[in-house]
């Protein structure tokens, strides 16, 4: 690549298929020492019109090329390869992970009693990041006029205190205490004669229904601290959880976090061979490379061992003056990972994700016919 | 009896209904430019992917107006084939490829269970 050619003195291509340089670009970011080139994807289907090739990717096509292997599958984590996709599908389900994937998260909090050095609003704030163990799609949104019901509101209480001249408490999660029958707090009410109301209109016990008596709602892991109380302090409250999206705030995104990378494809372009060799192997600090014998004589050659764990720190094309090594990333290739923060497993995170994008189409298919 | 009553988030404002809108001229309907409400690059970027995808499409791209609006308008121009039509095929073609990632996505996921070894499988349940 790097000595220049006539185009004159190139080699005839086939017709309807891309010239070696061409399709290099189309499918290979190349990152060079200072930044990345073709970093473009080139989506235009009739982006090689004029040497007659087709760039469409049809539905079909897709369908036949497109494959995931899972590479690595835990009950928070999974990690994953999705070949043969275009990076604005891959990223608009890594967008919609974060941002649009409703779980369930503590919202309004009723503070009864603080006398705890965390601020009220930032005890709330504190509350609202817990993961729930609240399966999202057995509830509905709670919207501006409905009442709080059991189909939309989880209430949980926390209601801890330090005895005077007893050692300092340390508040954790798992002392959030689920009130399946609803709030237990009574709404002030200026007309004495009738009946008092509590902050929420459970039509029946939330644990009745089967949905929630086999799993009670509980928080995900009870050992995150909320508080630490001296002696004399304490906490009172209510906590309300409802559904919401992570675009509302981040407490109700379902992941931890959602990413993906390209794969890395690192070429030599030369062959390394001796000295060179064992500079080149030495150099990468995550071992890309290794090294190979040549014939019986004792020769060594590098190769390319494990791309997959390149990070892309460029040690290895640093300050060199003749390229021995390219490396790329293959533009269709996605490595992604997504970390549930519990309320749903990782591959029904990745699921649900996708049903959201197919919601969304089906909505302005609708409108536009 | 309750002293403080905090809301954490934002009030959320209600969900308007999305609704598509054409800027085009009255005479050529191959070339206009739709109005998504409450979306964003999520939705707008796939669809741009998959027209672009279409032979039918001399261009498309698409614009976020401005930042604290959600609303995005797309332009498509076509070969002459009314753009509102060819738009809808992009969606279409975007969620039936939607519909192939997922159930390749679920037979992957089968496919890796049943190939980790029992051991492993001890380790991950509860
Ligand atoms: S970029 Fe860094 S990690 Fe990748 S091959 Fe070179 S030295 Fe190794």
């Not at chain 1, 009220?120 to 704030?125: K, N, S, T, Y």
Request: hydrophobic share 40%; with cysteine.
């Amino acid at each position: 690549m790097s000595s220049k050619v006539s185009a004159l003195d190139m080699p005839d291509v086939p017709m309807g298929q891309l010239p070696e340089h061409l399709h290099l670009q189309r499918t290979r970011v190349v990152c060079k020492a200072d930044a990345p080139v073709h970093t473009e994807g080139i989506q235009y289907s009739g982006a090689y019109a004029s040497i007659g090739v087709d760039n469409s990717v049809g539905v079909d096509s897709f369908c036949k090329s497109f494959k995931v292997k899972v590479v690595r599958l835990t009950k928070e984590e999974i990690e994953f390869d999705m070949i043969g996709i275009d990076a604005s599908l891959a990223n608009a389900f890594r967008r919609i992970l974060i941002a649009e994937v409703p779980t369930m998260a503590i919202e309004k909090v009723l503070m009864v009693n603080n006398t705890s050095v965390v601020a009220d609003e930032v005890l709330a704030h504190r509350l609202g990041l817990i993961p729930l163990n609240a399966d999202p799609r057995l509830f509905e949104y709670l919207s501006e006029n409905d009442a709080p019901n059991e189909r939309n509101t989880i209430v949980y209480k926390l209601d801890v205190s330090c005895k005077k001249g007893s050692p300092r408490v340390t508040v954790k999660s798992d002392q959030l205490k689920w009130l399946p029958h609803g709030s237990e707090l009574q709404m002030d009410s200026h007309d004495i004669s009738s009946k008092a109301k509590s902050y929420t209109s459970f039509s029946c016990i939330q644990d009745s229904l089967p949905e929630f008596s086999k799993k009670p709602l509980g928080v995900k892991f009870d050992d995150i601290i909320i508080a630490k109380l001296g002696p004399g302090q304490a906490i009172e409250l209510e906590a309300h959880a409802v559904k919401g999206i992570g675009k509302m705030h981040a407490k109700w995104s379902p992941v931890a976090t959602a990413w993906y990378r390209m794969l890395p494809e690192i070429a030599l372009l030369k062959e390394v061979t001796g000295a060179d060799a064992e500079k080149l192997v030495k150099k990468c600090p995550v071992n890309v490379f290794d090294i190979e014998d040549i014939g019986n004589a004792g020769g060594k050659k590098a190769v390319v061992a494990n791309p997959r764990t390149c990070t892309l720190c460029r040690e290895c094309i640093r300050g060199v003056n003749e390229e021995l090594v390219e490396l790329r990333r293959v533009k269709d290739h996605f490595i992604f990972t997504i970390e549930s923060t519990g309320a749903l497993s990782p591959e029904e995170l990745f699921i649900e994700a996708v049903k959201i994008l197919e919601d969304k189409c089906d909505r302005v298919i609708s409108e536009l016919s | 009896m309750v002293s403080f009553c905090l809301q954490i988030s934002v009030p959320s404002e209600h969900r308007e209904k999305e609704f598509a809108m054409e800027h085009g001229s009255a005479t050529d309907s191959s070339s206009s430019t739709f109005s998504l409400m409450d979306e964003d690059h999520t939705l707008a970027n796939s669809v741009r992917y998959t027209l672009n995808q279409d032979p039918r499409v001399i261009f498309c791209g698409y614009s976020i107006p401005h930042p604290s609006e959600n609303k995005v308008n797309i332009r498509v121009q076509t070969t002459g084939d009314p753009a509102k039509d060819v738009l809808k095929d992009g969606f279409q073609n975007l969620m039936v490829m939607c519909q192939h990632v997922r159930s390749t996505f679920g037979k992957a996921v089968d496919d890796f269970r049943a190939n980790e070894s029992p051991e492993r499988m001890k380790i991950d349940t509860p």
